[in-house]
């Protein structure tokens, strides 16, 4: 967007949805800068040749992804360039990379096999003494390294797993073919301190935060077929969740209020419980 003429967007799909995405690729590029300010609605229309109608509808696409602000009456402010991975459907990473014009990557830095505690053996339904596969892979986004991923698998998924080449792009995929499908998946979204694999792999400091998505993966059948960590760089990702009155896909975690005097208990009902993680029940993003 560095012409000063009108700039009619392209045949075919929503013509809103377009503006967004001619946007989102502006942002994601730096054009703006996090901090930086989008032209006015007015600009922004004369610009694509379109209603400011038109624009308001990208804008409220871009907002939903988390990538500018939403007050109105103002020029949009840009809140971060980080790629954005929405919850709202069950893609891989490799899928993800792709729809937002990436080239994925991936490396397997380490595959063992040993007994699972007593965590992964309740989280994956498995009899105790039972034996599960750990994987780490390094994953990259055009050549960048951006996210580690830990992944257990259940023993029937994990002797697939051994077999793939350790630099198969995407697990995903390659597990379809042999019947495994990552249908649905709970998510917990949280910080977390890099470790000496994080370092050495990832290119950052011992102890900096990196964001992290903890998931737990089923098949149709709601069978586990994975518990995977993955811990992303800072602004490399942002997640978004949508949610309504009528049905949201989001809750939090918050210390139990101790037990009160009844005559106290009035006032309790109005506080509101600390938020300590957001813990994401719907489907969003799958290992890759």
Known sequence: MQDDGARPVGAGGTLYRRVAADLRE????????????????GALAKHYGVSRGTIRQALAVLRSDGLVTSRRGTRR??????????FSELLSFTSWARSVGEEPGGAMESLA?????????????LEPGSEVY??????????RPVMIERTVYPPRVG????????????????????GIVFSDADHTIDLVH?????????????GEALLRERRRSTDPAGVPVELSEDRYLPGTVA????NSLAASALSRRHHPVPEQHPAEQHAADRRIPEQHAADQQAPGAAEG
């Open 194 to 206: 890099a470790d000496t694999d994080d370092s050495r792999l990832l290119g950052c400091a011992a």
């Open 134 to 143: 750990v994987t780490l892979r390094l994953r990259t986004l055009s050549g």
């Open 113 to 125: 096999r040993r007994p699972a505690d007593e965590r992964e053996c309740e989280q994956l339904r």
């Open 26 to 41: 502006a942002i994601t590029a730096g054009s703006y800068g996090s901090g930086g300010r989008l032209p006015a609605e």
């Open 77 to 86: 402010v840009v809140l971060g360039t980080a790629r954005v991975q929405s």
């Open 159 to 178: 002797e697939v797993v051994a077999q793939l080449p350790a630099d198969a792009v995407s697990h995903t995929e390659l597990l379809l073919e042999h």
């Open 239 to 242: 997640f978004t969740v949508h």
